[in-house]
């Protein structure tokens, strides 16, 4: 039996377990450093978490090698953008992620658009700077609004909008001088502001060779109708019903192909999972960011429509041999609800028992439905209930023939679980199913 190690916390890495779990060679998955509910999800069992921060490159690295470990997955950015899945490869641990070089097209948005523009890629029109009174200068002659945003990784929040001069000016100041984002926003990116809907775009790449998964709609900001500061994400839907066949082929030809040719030309051939965030605007589709690993919660829908061998494919990511693997996804809709904790981006209380108590119960859900554990823990005095322990607490996802009904489940489901201050968006997947019904009127 086959020993893994799946290197991250949220719910992204619950998905990723329960769908490695599925492969009939696996046997015990270690999650460094997991959470409560991935260690108590009989979907993922036998499953161990192993207390090692997902940064401790050293400590992953020394328990790798001290567990015979036969297959790491490694999904969150910091460690991969610090080197991770380079350490493994070295120690003879084959990894699924990227290597330092290439996770720069998510670590460094400078990059990143240089890259793009290198390239010819669609991007927003941008200003790279060093120093902060040049940047202010530049804000004040800019047409508004604008976008800031730190060079470096801040946790998916080093994003600003500004809709005024002021607003600019704040934003630039507190990045490069208030240490917003600690040293990822001593360089800023200034860019202009695209107009029209957003999409997520994950793809597997081995470098030469990649397979599309389906598109997906996030809903980044904190409140209904898009409302409030923006999050790590409070739900999102999949496939995307604005993106037809034609425009995918045209999102490939003008992006994905020439996104991972520039990589090849860079000397960083990307291998792993590629995330492309655009904007579907009225001259075309262009990029607004790329990751370096898989979206959470992108993860979740994408995973649950999976219904090809997860394991097969990452292996064959590492190989090169992606062209030949068996890359399926099923023809009906994901839908996932995120419960956050009140006060979410911002401060939030944490140690909040989430209803129900007993475990088994919460994660009981009817065929298609599953409930993915981000930022829990342990209830204390031995209790078998979780307890909040993050903003993004956990998510709710659910497959089903139509994007309604997937949509419809979600809320079912979500509305079993309950904790003090729990915030869910009422309108995830709205926007998708009244684009479709619009399209559908327009024949």
């Not at 020993?3 to 460094?32: C, D, Q, W, Y």
């Not at 470990?69 to 084959?94: H, K, Q, S």
């Not at 658009?113 to 804000?139: C, Q």
Request: net charge negative; aromatic share 6%.
């Amino acid at each position: 039996m086959l020993s893994l190690m799946v290197v991250g916390s949220g719910g992204r890495e619950h998905a990723v377990t329960r769908k490695l779990r599925e492969n009939p060679r696996v046997g015990t998955i270690f999650v460094l450093p997991g959470n409560a509910g991935i260690e108590r999800d009989e979907a993922c069992a036998p499953v161990e978490r192993v207390g090692i921060s997902a940064t401790d490159l050293d400590g992953i690295v020394e328990f790798a090698m001290s567990r015979s470990i036969d297959f790491a997955v490694v999904t969150p950015d910091d460690p991969l953008c610090l080197g991770l899945a380079d350490r493994l490869e070295a120690i003879g641990v084959p990894a699924f992620g990227p290597t330092k070089a290439a996770a720069r097209i998510e670590g460094s948005k400078s990059f990143a658009k240089a890259l793009m523009s290198r390239a010819g890629i669609p991007t927003a029109a941008y200003r790279v700077f060093d120093e902060v009174g040049d940047a202010l200068e530049f804000v004040r002659r800019s047409s508004m609004p604008v976008w800031i945003k730190a060079d470096g990784l801040a946790l998916g929040k080093g994003v600003v909008g500004a809709s005024s001069v002021r607003d600019a000016e704040d934003a630039v100041r507190a990045a490069m001088l208030g240490g917003r984002f600690g040293e990822a926003g001593r360089r800023v990116v200034i860019e202009e502001d695209l107009r029209g809907i957003e999409a997520s775009l994950l793809l597997f790449s081995d470098g030469n060779h990649y397979r599309l998964m389906p598109a997906a709609m996030d809903h980044k900001r904190a409140f209904d109708s898009d409302e409030g500061p923006n999050t790590g994400g409070m739900g999102t839907i999949a496939p995307h019903p604005m993106i037809s066949p034609g425009l995918l082929s045209r999102i490939e030809r003008e992006i994905v192909e020439p996104t991972l040719a520039a990589m090849r030309d860079e000397g960083c051939p990307f291998k792993g999972c590629l995330f492309i965030g655009l904007m579907l605007t009225a001259d075309g589709p262009k990029v607004i960011e790329y990751n370096c690993r898989f979206g959470d919660p992108e993860a979740q829908v994408v995973l649950a429509l999976l219904e090809s061998d997860l394991l097969d494919i990452m292996a064959a990511v590492r190989n090169g041999s992606l062209d030949d693997a068996d890359v399926r996804f099923n023809t009906g809709a994901a839908c996932c609800v995120v419960a956050a904790s009140g006060g979410y981006p911002g401060e939030y209380r944490k140690g909040l028992p989430i209803f129900p108590r007993d475990f088994s119960v919460l994660t009981k859900q009817p065929e298609g439905v599953k409930i993915d554990c981000a930022g829990v823990a342990s209830g204390s005095g031995g209790s078998d209930g979780l307890i909040t322990a993050g903003g993004r607490v956990l998510g709710v996802t659910a497959v089903a023939g139509t994007l309604s009904e997937a949509v419809g489940r979600a809320y079912a489901a979500m509305g079993r679980v309950s904790f003090e201050g729990m915030r869910v968006r009422a309108d995830i997947g709205a926007r998708a199913l009244s684009l479709s019904k619009s399209e559908a009127a327009n024949g």
